[in-house]
């Protein structure tokens, strides 16, 4: 007579339970693997943004100078830095300064930009490599771009003072010394550098515009400009209000252009509030504290119009996804 073994129940764990733990193992390794891959990323953020941003933030509430560099004592103040920097005599020039700066080089990059846009949009000889040749002062570093500039707006030898002569013009123009045309001469600069990047952008959303608009356009007879106001320019909406955004971040941080021109003069004449907030943690004031807080300043309006623009993505994105 055959006997029959039979198994318990405890013996082998049911099939739905060696899947489950397995899936559970898969899913370990695949977020173990996921963390690997993201662990430079997050550490050169937390190393060199968000940690540099915090301890900034910590510095513009306390007396933060020189001294503390020896005692590593400082005190906390509060908001009493924000206090003396909104009294700061130089406080609302530097923030005119940067106003004017951000709308004069907003408005030319931009109109400048979309008219050289438009002009590449036409078929000629050397359209391409005139097209790249727009992109160099662009690609070109800014210390070289300030440098390049220093030389052209020289008041004894400068190619530009030599070009207003042979116009007739007989008098001395101290671009870079003069007060009142300080922060003309770095805004041109900026405007140069800035033009191939809304060029560029701006020429990729024409390039989007279906040809045959255009053509049904000129069949029933509009003009260029009746083309370019009730289509290229509604059709380019979205384009233009990205690079307006990202130009608005871009030109509020702009630093390297003015220090390499004008270092922020003459008597501050030319200083932002970039260039300003470094003039006084590293000058003869080492008010670090006071240089944190006019950098807190800065940091708060980048970061509203920075969010704005990730708002804007967001909603184009949305919308394109429908």
């Known amino acids: 007579m055959t006997r029959v073994v039979e198994t318990g129940a405890g013996d082998l764990p049911p099939a739905p339970v060696v899947l489950k733990g397995r899936r559970r193992l898969h899913w370990r390794r695949e977020r173990v693997v996921t963390l690997m891959f993201l662990a430079p990323a997050l550490i050169y953020v937390l190393a060199f943004y968000l ?82 040749l727009i992109l160099v002062p662009w690609l070109a ?20 003072n030599f070009f207003i002569h042979s116009l007739g013009y007989q008098g001395q123009i101290s671009w870079l010394t003069d007060p009142h045309l300080s922060l003309i001469s770095v805004l041109i600069a900026n405007i140069w550098i800035g033009i191939p990047f809304n060029m560029v952008i701006l020429y990729g959303g024409l390039q989007a515009i ?20 009730y289509m290229t320019w509604p059709l380019l909406r979205p384009v233009s209000t990205v690079v307006l955004l990202l130009g608005l971040v871009y030109t509020l941080k702009v630093f390297d252009v003015i220090m390499s021109i004008t270092r922020g003069g003459p008597a501050d004449t030319s200083q932002t509030l970039n260039t300003w907030a470094y003039s006084l943690a590293f000058t003869n004031a080492f008010n670090f504290g006071l240089g944190a807080a006019a950098g ?27």
Do not use: C
């Open 51 to 132: 940690y540099p941003i915090v301890f900034n933030v910590i510095m513009s509430v306390e007396k933060y100078t020189l001294k503390t560099f020896v005692t590593g004592e400082a005190p906390f103040i509060g908001l009493d830095n924000f206090t003396r920097l909104v009294n700061h005599p130089e406080f609302w020039p530097a923030v005119m300064n940067t106003v004017w700066f951000t709308i004069g080089s907003l408005f030319f990059q931009f109109t400048l930009g979309l008219l050289i846009a438009l002009f590449y949009q036409h078929r000629f000889p050397l359209n391409s490599i005139l097209r790249a």
């Open 296 to 322: 807190d300043i800065l940091l708060v309006i980048v970061l509203i119009f920075g969010l704005l623009y990730l708002r804007y993505a967001y909603r184009e994105l949305r919308e394109t996804t429908r």
């Open 141 to 160: 570093p800014v210390l070289v771009s300030g440098a390049i500039w220093v030389r052209l707006l020289d008041q004894d030898y400068g190619v530009v």
């Open 210 to 229: 279906p040809r045959v608009l255009y053509e049904a356009a000129s069949i029933d007879g509009a003009s260029a400009w009746q083309r370019f106001r």
